[in-house]
């Protein structure tokens, strides 16, 4: 890959540069992810919450979760760096505790980052302040009514542009809020999130039920701070968390594990790719995370895991694991909405697995992806088409044929992180050049994705 311009990994800021990838003809190489990014911007959230002194290490450096550490430094938390590698950076917080936090003085930047602005909302909803909270283009066009209703229905003022559907959003938040009783509208981990984090701030025991099972970070998180989480499960798969209003979430020492949503980039590669061989180390492999792990390995990927601590999982803390993926012959799969839930964030990469694969693959009920950084139904179909797959898409379902034979071609990554992640693992198997547009977007989660290419193809 060539570079045009220092600025290719320049955070946040829509680039109009573009990125080149050749074909590879071998793959090996040892990696180490960025922090994962949901749990980098719930460690700093909630060292805001707690009083006294946090400490965050390996928590990743892109420009998402450095949008967290500012917000969570506009509402009075000391935050600082003491150091970073380019990808992952550790943080001392020391914050007065929930009770101490003041209103900002202006609005609050949420970027590209969905996350920030839906968690810090359950969190403001709870505070005795006004704050206004906004981000870049593709935030303003991302749902937010599936946060005001409920935190609307436990007391709090919230108000958004077009009829209360889009950003920038107002919340007035009071103390203490209604505990509620609510299912959430969506398969959401930010909404969970959001309503448990407001439940803290609650006049008694509220509980967020979930049909479909989203990742539990903000309840192991919670638990391992003091907080009692409880869960409970029904018959039919559904899940309800309780959390008791006014419980004081305590300060602690967080060690963030590796993203597996970016290793999701490297497994694909290393699977679809005849020559490779590729090692993660310390990938984060929380059951309500690893689905993709699962997914490519029914689809025949060779994956070898190799678990830190090989204990019961105990809700607590986060499982940790090496992983090994080597070259594959995959088969094309039927995935459901249950699947897109558990690997939300994976869709695009797995549809260039199936494009690989033998036989076709159908996902259906993948809505939600039309309401990410960008609409990654229309986006992935677009650059896997342009790259010479065949990819149907029907309302909220995809359809994708495999053993595609691709060729390099001009591909645009929408300003979407995980477009051009995609776009650039296609690149490396797709015959001569594959160019990226704006491929600087990769940076919001994963800092040295370009670097880590150039160094698995050398
Ligand atoms: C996230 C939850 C998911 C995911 C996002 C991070 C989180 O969003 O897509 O990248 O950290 O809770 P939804 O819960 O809205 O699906």
């Known amino acids: 890959m060539t570079r045009t311009g220092d600025s290719i990994e320049r955070a946040g800021a829509p680039t109009r540069e573009v990125a080149r990838v050749r074909e590879a003809a071998r793959l090996r190489g040892e990696l180490r992810l960025p922090g994962d990014k949901s749990i980098s911007h719930r460690a700093l959230m909630f060292a805001a919450l707690a009083a006294g002194e946090s400490r965050i290490d390996g928590a990743g450096d892109g420009a998402d979760v450095q949008t967290t550490a500012r917000i ?15 990808r992952n950076v550790s943080y001392r917080v020391v914050s007065p505790g ?23 909302s359950g969190i403001l ?17 991302r749902p937010v009514a599936r946060i005001i209703e409920p935190l609307r229905s436990m007391g709090a003022v919230l108000h958004a542009r077009r009829n209360d559907t889009l950003p920038p959003l107002t919340v007035v938040g009071r103390t203490p809020l209604r505990a509620i009783d609510i299912a959430t509208p969506v398969p959401s981990a930010q909404v969970k999130s959001a309503i448990l984090l407001a439940g803290l701030r609650a006049d008694g025991r509220t509980t967020v039920r979930e049909a479909i099972a989203t990742r539990d970070h903000t309840e192991r998180m919670l638990r391992a701070r003091g907080v009692a989480v409880e869960r409970g499960d029904s018959a039919d798969g559904r899940v309800a968390w309780t959390v008791q209003g006014g419980v004081a979430v305590g300060a602690v020492q967080e060690q963030v594990p590796g993203d597996v949503s970016a290793a999701a980039f490297w497994l694909v590669a290393g699977a679809i790719h005849p020559d490779a061989e590729l090692t993660l180390h310390d990938v984060g492999v929380n059951p309500t995370r690893r689905a993709m792990i699962d997914i490519l390995s029914s689809m025949g990927a060779r994956i070898e895991e190799r678990p830190h601590h090989p204990t019961a999982d105990d809700g607590v803390g986060e499982p940790i694991a090496d992983l090994v993926v080597r070259s594959s012959d995959l088969r094309g799969i039927d995935l459901g909405p249950a699947d897109v839930a558990a690997a939300i964030d994976e869709i695009p990469i797995l549809c260039l697995a199936a494009c690989a694969a033998d036989g076709s693959t159908t996902i259906r009920g993948a809505g939600e992806l039309r309401h990410k950084e960008s609409d990654r139904i229309a986006g992935i179909a677009a650059g896997l088409r342009a790259l010479g797959a065949r ?41 001569g050049e594959t160019t990226i547009a704006r491929p600087g977007s990769a940076a919001i989660s994963y800092p040295g994705f370009f670097d880590d290419l150039e160094r698995v193809r050398a």
Request: hydrophobic share 40%; with cysteine.
């Open 72 to 86: 969570v430094a506009a509402l009075g938390a000391t935050v600082e760096r003491l150091g970073t590698d380019g």
């Open 98 to 120: 929930a009770d101490g936090l003041t209103e900002p003085d202006g609005i609050l930047d949420c970027g590209n980052s969905g996350t920030s602005l839906r968690l810090i």
């Open 391 to 431: 990819v149907e898409t029907d309302g909220d379902d995809l359809r994708i044929d495999g053993r595609a034979s691709l060729r390099g071609a001009p591909t645009d990554s929408l300003d979407d992180h995980r477009l051009a992640m995609t776009f650039a693992v296609a690149g490396l198997v797709a015959a």
């Open 125 to 141: 909803a709870g505070l005795p302040m006004t704050t206004i909270l906004d981000g870049d283009a593709s935030l303003r066009r």
